[in-house]
């Protein structure tokens, strides 16, 4: 599946909701099935800064696709950082850079899309995207 | 006894909602809110009489002057300064800490030392290990105990004739824990030391006499007893404030410049350099009135009997940690088994309530329970047991999504 069609289907499935609890308690389930990152990644040059909670993140590439993991020791962050793996790993770098994240509002995270939220929703993003531009660089 | 619905009516925030529920807020550690009887002070201060002070001839600079300098003696009287020229106007805790710190500069040698608590805001950390980077003095730490006091033993040990200053909070920004500052001035004057108190977080709860405690230095901000943002104190004593050095050029601050030399103004135009924040401390003058008019023990025995609410309300709902238990003002820092702060504060941020959540900019302390932060309710006079009531209700709610 393309990055796009799989926002297309976190949407849908959100859609199902009709409040912001359930919204919350999904992602929250989506947080415990987060492909764990490997416990000796967990060091200091995989935690994106910016968040109230510590959240690590690794990619490696594996045929020409990049293969993200990551872990938070907070739940809600766990939950929004499997929501972006879900939409970027298992993608070409090229891919990955060009794709937008409109989707994030579409299910009603938009307010963890300001850049002074504490979660650093905004950093994450731009992690997965700063390592698709070096793998990319390196597939040049 | 307070009649807390008709304070309440004075807070017109109080009536706004979040995420589509009334807001709750219990943040007020983090700052308090402004009633309107500052608001208008502010909007009339810019309607009628907004000028710049201490020099114009003209009548608006006339009324601006002396409304800022009635305002320096309602915060010198609330804090029972003798002069009202030891009280300095800043613009808030840490430019008054910074203030201090950089005086010392040029009046510490190597070797000397100073000793802050292990209980201690980010602001008043930093300040005090660029001086000892800057001077080669040293810094030695009070510790803390398990329960959240500090180790009053250890302090006195700590103690000896190269203790140059001893900086300490008057109430712990992260637990809410009061110190016994008596104690500590008393001890640091024996051996000739200077004290500076913060005391930002105690301001709101208690009414400090400084002259009672015989304190060297005492500073807090505006903001956190109903009135506005940017503006602080610094309260010195006179002997101290005229050792030492301005701390900003600028204009206000001078006597006569020429290009050869410059000669300071006296106290406490030599520390308030430049235009001022002459709304917010007349301002902040008019919160100290609100305040005052109300009573800061009949503030205060309100809201401890807030906070002996929330505390057996809260560890009722199970798994509940309350880091800091005694001798407190109304603040409760607390974790849920091992639920992360920032989950609760999430959680219950969608359902109207404002807390404040993470490390307090006190990492030393988290650092200490080997925590990553933790959840702070901190309660004003304006709440209620009902806004309680909700809070414990939001919070097994998270408990419950989250575990």
Redesign the interface.
């Known amino acids: 599946m393309t990055i796009q069609e799989i926002q297309e289907e976190i949407v849908d499935e959100f859609a199902m909701f009709d409040d912001?609890?359930q919204r919350?308690?999904y992602m929250?389930d989506l947080g415990k099935s987060l492909p764990l990152i490997d416990e000796s990644l967990k060091k200091d040059e995989n935690l994106i800064k910016g968040c109230?909670?510590?959240v690590w993140v690794h990619g490696e590439m594996k045929d020409d696709k990049i293969v993200f993991t990551a872990d938070s020791?907070?739940?809600?962050?766990k939950g929004i950082i499997a929501i972006l793996i879900r939409a970027f790993s298992n993608q070409h770098p090229s891919a990955i850079i060009e794709a937008n994240t409109a989707f994030i509002d579409e299910i009603g995270l938009k307010e963890h899309l300001s850049p002074t939220r504490?979660?650093g929703l905004v950093s994450m993003i731009k992690q997965l995207k700063l390592y698709a531009i070096a793998y990319q660089t390196q597939l040049n | 006894m307070l009649d807390i619905q008709k304070i309440r009516k004075d807070f017109p925030i109080l009536n706004r909602e979040v995420n589509g529920k009334p807001l709750i807020y219990f943040d007020n550690a983090a700052t308090s809110q402004t009633p309107q009887q500052v608001i208008d002070c502010i909007v009339d201060y810019y309607s009628r009489y907004n000028a710049n002070i201490h020099r114009g001839v003209h009548t608006l600079s006339q009324e601006a002057t002396d409304a800022y300098e009635e305002a320096r003696i309602k915060i010198q009287q609330h804090f029972n300064a003798a002069k009202p020229h030891e009280m300095i106007l800043t613009s808030g805790t840490t430019d008054s800490i910074n203030l201090v710190a950089n005086g010392f500069s040029s009046l510490l040698q190597k070797g000397d030392e100073i000793i802050v608590s292990a209980l201690e805001h980010h602001s008043n950390i930093v300040p005090w290990q660029m001086l000892c980077e800057h001077t080669g003095a040293i810094l030695k730490v009070i510790p803390m105990f398990e329960d959240g006091k500090l180790d009053m033993d250890a302090y006195v040990s700590l103690l000896n004739e190269n203790t140059k200053l001893v900086f300490c909070n008057h109430v712990s920004n992260a637990l809410g824990i009061i110190n016994p500052i008596e104690f500590i001035i008393e001890k640091a004057h024996a051996v000739n030391a200077a004290v500076l108190i913060d005391g930002a977080q105690a301001s709101p709860h208690i009414k400090a006499d400084v002259q009672a405690l015989d304190v060297d230095f005492y500073v807090a901000s505006a903001h956190k007893i109903c009135g506005p943002t940017g503006v602080g104190l610094l309260y010195g004593k006179e002997a101290w404030l005229n050792k030492l050095p301005p701390y900003r050029g600028g204009g206000e601050m001078i006597d006569q410049v020429t290009f050869e030399k410059t000669t300071y103004a006296g106290l406490p135009h030599k520390f308030e350099a430049g235009t001022p924040n002459i709304c917010g401390v007349i301002a902040f003058g008019a919160a100290l009135d609100y305040m005052n008019n109300i009573g800061f023990d009949a503030i205060a025995a309100y809201e401890d009997e807030l906070l002996a609410y929330a505390t057996q309300k809260l560890l009722a709902v199970g798994d509940v940690t309350i880091y800091g238990t005694e001798n407190k003002v109304a603040v409760i820092s607390f974790n849920i088994a091992n639920i992360h702060p920032y989950d609760i504060g999430t959680i219950i941020d969608k359902l109207g309530i404002a807390v404040r959540t993470g490390h307090h900019c006190a990492q030393p302390i988290m650092d200490f329970y080997n925590i990553p932060g933790t959840v702070r309710a901190s309660f004003s006079f304006y709440n209620t047991k009902e806004e309680i009531d909700t809070f414990i209700e939001a919070i097994k709610k998270a408990k419950m999504m989250l575990s």
Do not use: V
Not at chain 1, 73 to 77: M, P
């Open positions: 912001w609890m919350y308690e929250i109230q909670s510590k020791d907070a739940i809600i962050t504490a979660n």
